[in-house]
């Protein structure tokens, strides 16, 4: 009967406590009710965040630096796989000076298509002419990338965007919305998180007035 005594019992409450209002979230989340008509108005008053951009794509590798002395283990055991699988031996300064080159060559009227061909390194793009899939705001690409994307119309290119062993030189080739349908989950899930920050700063009032 060790959980009847303190400081167990309290513990115990405390920890029952805690578990009670993470269900209580979860359930306020999961189960407020999202009709086709809401979701319908709020794709309808932010088409724009739904805008998706299809890419093209030429990516300069570079060698990763190895952390220094005192990084996190993690941090130093990644570069270091990076820095062994790469094939590149091409600096970080040297990657970032012709993607920039590139960059320059492209908004000067360059054909793109034919650079992906003589500089890309990543494989699987450089054979489909620098093809990269489309990018919007569920994507899974880094925030960066996403936010320089979105940015830029039709025709237009990004700077060099750098990513842990590359840089990126992206080009829009087309804009288009997302359709309702493969909106629809993303924009529930935003109403049901709309909602629970709202009750949840409800409760917070409620009881900071106690």
Do not use: C
């Amino acid at each position: 009967k060790l959980g009847e005594e303190s400081p167990l019992k309290e513990q115990l409450a405390l920890l029952r406590a805690n578990v009670l209002a993470s269900a209580m979230l979860s359930h306020e989340h999961n189960y407020f009710p999202v009709s086709e008509e809401m979701i319908q108005q709020y794709y309808e008053r932010n088409k724009t965040k739904y805008q998706q951009s299809k890419i093209k794509v030429i990516y300069i590798a570079f060698k990763p630096s190895i952390p220094a002395p005192g990084a996190a283990l993690e941090d130093i055991a990644r570069a270091v796989s990076e820095a062994a699988s790469g094939k590149t031996q091409r600096s970080e300064a040297e990657a970032s000076k012709l993607a920039g080159d590139l960059v320059k060559q492209i908004r000067g009227g360059a054909d793109f298509g034919k650079l992906v061909a003589e500089y890309s390194e990543d494989p699987t793009s450089k054979a489909a002419g620098g093809d990269f899939g489309v990018v919007n705001v569920n994507s899974a690409y880094s925030d960066d990338i996403k936010n320089a994307v979105m940015a830029l119309q039709a025709g237009e290119v990004t700077d060099p965007i750098r990513q842990p062993s590359a840089f990126y030189v992206i080009r829009v080739e087309d804009r288009t919305a997302q359709d309702l349908q493969s909106a629809t989950e993303p924009i529930r899930q935003e109403l049901r998180q709309a909602h629970v920050n709202e009750w949840f700063a409800a409760i917070r009032d409620r009881f900071a007035l106690v």
